[in-house]
């Protein structure tokens, strides 16, 4: 089975920026597409943003495109997500996730970590 960890989350004020790490492990015997998504308190989970297996193919949510960066290091078999000018709607739990396919339905994802806290205060 493979297991997905998420770091790198906090709290930041507003216009700030933050790094995260998804770590793989387990029985990973190959390099999915993978992908970040997020929560806020009482909504529903949203797509973020999406990588290619390779690293090549990139997606993102409207909402975040131009303010983050996904990026993988397939050696290290992690994944990372760069966000910058932060603002209080980003405020979510944060869950990478292994894809089937290079997608951004979370259906297609069925690997997820267990989510890393980001606070935006404003």
């Known amino acids: 089975q493979v297991q997905l960890a998420e770091s790198g989350g906090g709290l930041v004020q507003a216009g700030g920026s933050l790094r995260l790490s998804c770590a793989a492990s387990g029985r990973t015997f190959t390099t999915p597409p993978m992908g970040w998504f997020r929560q806020a308190p009482g909504k529903e989970r949203d797509f973020v943003a999406a990588i290619g297996a390779s690293g090549g193919l990139r997606m993102y949510a409207d909402s975040v495109k131009g303010r983050f960066t996904i990026s993988r290091d397939n050696a290290q078999k992690t994944m990372y997500l760069q966000m910058n000018s932060l603002n209080s709607e980003d405020t979510a739990v944060y869950y990478c996730?292994?894809?089937?396919?290079?997608?951004?339905?979370?259906?297609?994802?069925?690997?997820w970590g267990q989510g890393t806290q980001v606070t935006v205060s404003s």
């Open positions: 996730a292994a894809a089937r396919i290079f997608s951004r339905v979370d259906v297609d994802y069925p690997y």
